[in-house]
């Protein structure tokens, strides 16, 4: 039985048992499993893969025998077997082994992330890219590809374009360009001339050809305004909104008649003080016409006047509401809305928000940011309508303007690439000057030469009229309330605007206010900025200024402190003259004395002179410039007088710490009754008695030239001799920081000094300042000379006999400026040294000769479990907040920790020392912002390294900056 079976099997053939899997020996045992031919051994691993290999092989090389055709359909075959994990298999296999090479990026990108790519194509090469499909098509005429393009030009779409609308801003472009006057560049330097060289005189045949060219370019705006017409009275482009069937014409859905845009966009409402009588309601709905005075101050004032007597709390009053569903933007009006743009470096900058009229948009910005970041916020607060003007409120002084932390705009730096390019663009957002476009500066431009000069190529580069304070006055921002360049009101603008075009901005009691006490409230907003900062992270900058600034104006009430100077003159007399009276009723003897002051003053001033700038009765805080000349032209004379007042009460101030202070302690020295010694009197007080007796010489000598004062008149050899003596304030300034520590020290070792400075501190006689502040009014009085000096020899014609002498001084004086400048920052780096060291807890000693701290950091340190993982894939895990405190050459990282008071919102923030690197062996290099990590950035040390991040991405590229700058700088001064 056994023969007949290894001879001839039933149905096993030959060749199947010649296999490797067939073992005659082992036939017996495995006879139930290997009975067909197609039998699979089960039982057993080793033989299964082995019989599977042999059957792969078998079918590859038969594969490898048929023919094309054969073989794609053995693979469809395959294909339509396996299942979908099995297909993606194959679908990346393939992938990865013929990768694709042409692919459409807009089938394959996100959409937005298509439309930023084209965002870098010119005009014609976008023209192209919609020629190359439907769906490019669609792409390449989404507004938000041409829209940024018109405004940047000025061309404006006269209408709102509809939801469905599509194309409109292309179309426009398209309109406005085929209409344009192009010009070669030797014909623009003809026409209009160039900045560095004036246009000359015209021949007779070229003349007749600009006649020519006039007419020609009248055509063409004609046909311009004809077009325009046709296109805002037309239908838009692509939509699909069907007109409504009426009487009388039909108008286009969400569109009305008259041409005004509602909206109904989220906005901030602040509560305003005097919101207007509650009659002058304005009712859209109803159609009532309002007349020309009736600003959108008024409608805006009028809306919301039943929501201002509910919310009259301080930071609690600022909600953040929606706008109303009918409520007219003021960017939508017929006039064009005012711009302003504020600086946060200034001081105290949330009072100007605080003030700033409903009718003008602010513009809070950065002063660390960039041009093109500012000109970005410009572009999305007009929202596409051009401004009537554009103000600027920024620190500088009267020859450049610092509009930035690291740009400086002046007369040398005008025509640099960056602010040309800025420049051109800003102007291309604001109205005409027909029209009563132009931009006003803040700054005392109109003081100086270079200034002026800049102010010329500022309106030669944008076309615009451009005005500035001539800086005849006194004081900290005293010169904003002065006369300016051009004090004319604009074309388009109400009469009933102020004359002053500070006051088209800003309301004048709070400018007012501003300008008098901006950096006494500059010193508690620090600690307001500080206590506030964390509740007020959701809101922006804007509006947590203007919310500090509502504090401030409303709670501590700054226009009833201020009293004016008239009237403070006034009661000093009377009380004066009251105390060698023997009077028993003393209030009516001080009504009497009142009355007959004020009709002397009247009668001073004679007819026809207002010195104090009332109007129907109102009294200002302020008399800028008291006396000022009737001759528009005389400002030399303005500039004199408001020289000789301002010296007046300078030494008025200065004769007050010796009346007030000096004279009574030593009297109490001389009578055995010391207060203070001798020596802390001779430091603390002498060095201001030779400063008097040098400016009263110098009073005696001003007034003696402006007894008889006339056109040949000549100050400036008065200048001149008292800067020869400047040695006196170089003494004096070399003391100063002696003299603030000796008064300090005695204030809290000396009890009697302590009470006698609570009772002369702060009195009408000492013009209700500290002799701390007393002591500081010969650092401003210098930039008070500079300003006028200035003012003074712009309008001294250079043939005069003054000039030169006006001149020297104002060269001394400038220098002597740079050294006030020299001792300020020195003992600004050696006080924030001081707060640091005291700030860090465990941090060795900083303070070294030239060491100053350039800037902080708030930041998050983070830690990678695997350092192998490429960054793109690398995960982070928050270690602890850190604070970078940087220094000229040395950077300190700290542990930051945050304390917060039980049942209060307060919390006070702690710093550990937790490592110091010098720049010189430290290198940084950015991460590349990851789903795992975001704005952060790597500090390798010699021996360590670190990985931090910041809370935002300015934040992150601003620290950057600024540490590559300073790690350079230390590399250099290491070599």
Not at 265 to 291: A, K, M
Not at 650 to 674: D, F, H, I, M, Q
Not at 757 to 785: F, G, I, N
Not at 813 to 837: G, P
Request: with cysteine.
């Amino acid at each position: 039985m056994e023969a007949s079976l290894t001879s001839a099997p039933h149905s096993v053939k030959r060749w199947q048992l010649s296999g490797t899997d067939y073992e005659p020996q082992q036939a017996g045992a495995l006879l139930s499993d290997t009975r067909f031919s197609s039998w699979t051994p089960l039982n057993n691993k080793r033989i299964n893969l082995q019989l599977f290999e042999e059957r792969v092989n078998l079918v590859l090389h038969w594969f490898d025998l048929w023919t094309d055709r054969q073989r794609k359909h053995l693979l469809h075959s395959l294909l339509t077997r396996c299942t979908k994990s099995q297909l993606r298999y194959c679908r990346d296999l393939l992938i990865e082994t013929v990768p694709v090479t042409k692919v459409d990026l807009t089938s394959v990108l996100p959409r937005f992330l298509s439309l930023y790519v084209m965002s870098f194509l010119s005009p014609r090469d976008l023209c192209k890219a919609a020629q190359v499909s439907w769906h490019w098509r669609v792409l390449a005429e989404q507004d938000c590809l041409w829209a940024g393009r018109c405004i940047r030009r000025g061309w404006f779409l006269p209408y709102t374009p509809g939801e469905k609308e599509f194309g409109a801003w292309k179309s426009h472009y398209v309109s406005c360009l085929s209409t344009l006057d192009w010009l070669t560049p030797r014909e623009a330097a003809e026409m209009y001339g160039t900045l560095n060289q004036q246009s000359t005189g015209m021949t007779e045949e070229e003349e007749e050809r600009r006649r020519e060219k006039r007419i020609r370019q009248q055509i063409r705006e004609k046909l311009r305004e004809e077009k325009r017409l046709s296109v805002s009275a037309r239908k838009p482009w692509g939509s699909y909104t069907k007109p409504e069937i009426a009487s009388g014409g039909g108008t286009q859905k969400g569109r009305p008649k008259s041409g005004l845009t509602f909206v109904s966009q989220p906005s901030l409402s602040w509560p305003l003080r005097s919101v207007g009588s509650s009659s002058h309601s304005l009712s859209l709905e109803r159609g009532q016409p309002t007349t020309a005075p009736q600003t959108w101050e008024r409608v805006q004032a009028c809306s919301i006047s039943s929501e201002t007597r509910k919310i009259r709390g301080a930071l609690s009053s600022f909600i953040y509401r929606p706008a109303q569903p009918h409520t007219v933007s003021p960017l939508h009006l017929s006039a064009p809305a005012l711009l302003l743009l504020i600086s946060n470096r200034i001081p105290a900058y949330e009072l100007v928000l605080s003030g700033v009229k409903p009718s003008v948009t602010a513009v809070l910005y950065d002063h660390r940011g960039t041009l093109s970041s500012l000109l970005t916020q410009v572009e999305r607060a007009i929202s596409g309508k051009p401004a009537q003007r554009i103000g600027l409120l920024a620190c500088g002084g009267t020859q450049d303007i610092h509009l930035l932390h690291n740009s400086s705009l002046s007369e040398k730096t005008l025509l640099t690439p960056d602010h040309r390019e800025f420049w051109e663009k800003l102007c291309g957002m604001v109205a005409p000057t027909e029209e009563g476009g132009g931009i006003d500066i803040f700054c005392p431009l109109a003081a100086s030469a270079s200034g002026v000069t800049l102010l010329q190529n500022l309106s030669t580069l944008t076309g615009l009229e451009v005005r500035a304070p001539v800086g005849v006055a006194t004081g900290n921002f005293q010169n904003i309330l002065s006369e300016w360049s051009d004090g004319n009101v604009p074309t388009g603008l109400s009469e009933n605007q102020p004359a002053l075009p500070a006051l088209q901005y800003v309301c004048e009691a709070v400018l007012q206010g501003w300008c008098a006490q901006a950096h006494w409230m500059e010193e508690a907003l620090v600690e307001l900025r500080s206590t506030l900062g964390l509740q007020l992270q959701w809101t922006s900058l804007q509006a947590r200024g203007r919310a500090l600034g509502y504090f401030l104006w409303e709670r501590i009430r700054l226009d009833e402190i201020c009293v004016s100077r008239d009237l403070s003159e006034a009661l000093i007399e009377g009380l004066t003259a009251l105390t060698r009276e023997e009077e028993t009723r003393p209030v009516e003897f001080l009504s009497i004395f009142l009355k007959n002051w004020n009709e002397e003053k009247k009668g001073q001033e004679g007819n026809g002179q207002d010195s104090s700038g009332a109007d129907g009765g109102s009294q200002t805080c302020f008399n800028v410039i008291p006396d000022l000349p009737q001759m528009v032209l005389d400002w030399r004379g303005a500039a004199a007088r408001e020289l000789h007042h301002s010296e007046c009460l300078y030494l008025g101030k200065l004769s007050a710490v010796l009346k007030v202070y000096k004279e009574p302690l030593t009297a109490a020295l001389n009578s055995n009754r010391a207060i203070l010694s001798y020596a802390d009197i001779h430091v603390v007080l002498s060095p201001v008695a030779q400063i008097l007796e040098l400016n009263r010489v110098f009073q005696a000598d001003l007034q003696v030239r402006l007894q008889q004062w006339g056109a040949e008149k000549c100050i400036g050899d008065v200048f001149v001799k008292f800067c020869s003596k400047l040695k006196v304030y170089t003494n004096y300034l070399n003391n100063y920081t002696t003299a603030i520590h000796t008064i300090d020290k005695c204030r809290e070792s000396k009890p009697s000094f302590r009470a006698f400075l609570k009772r002369s501190d702060r009195t009408l006689a000492t013009h209700m300042l500290s002799l701390q502040e007393l002591l500081l009014c010969p650092v401003w009085r210098m930039q008070e000379y500079v300003t006028l000096l200035q003012a003074l020899s712009l309008h001294t014609h250079p043939g005069h006999p003054d000039h030169a002498h006006l001149r020297s001084a104002l060269n001394t004086l400038l220098q002597f400026r740079e050294f006030i400048h020299k001792l300020k920052r020195t003992s600004e780096a050696d006080r924030l040294i001081e707060e640091t060291q005291r700030q860090i807890q465990g941090c060795p000693n900083l303070s070294e000769e030239n060491r100053q701290l350039i800037m902080t950091q708030d930041a998050a340190l983070h830690r990678s479990p695997d350092e192998q993982i490429p960054d793109s894939l690398k995960t982070y895990e928050h270690v602890c907040d850190v604070g970078l405190f940087l220094l000229n050459n040395a950077l300190v990282l700290t542990r930051q920790n945050v304390r917060h008071t039980p049942f209060m919102l307060a919390h006070q923030s702690t710093h550990t020392f937790l490592a110091s690197v010098a720049l010189t062996s430290l290198s940084v290099r950015e991460i590349r912002h990851t789903r795992y990590v975001s704005h952060a950035f790597v500090l390798e040390g010699p021996c360590h390294s670190w990985v931090c991040a910041t809370q935002r991405g300015e934040e992150r590229r601003h620290f950057l900056s600024v540490l590559r700058s300073a790690i350079e700088c230390a590399l250099a001064g290491h070599q």
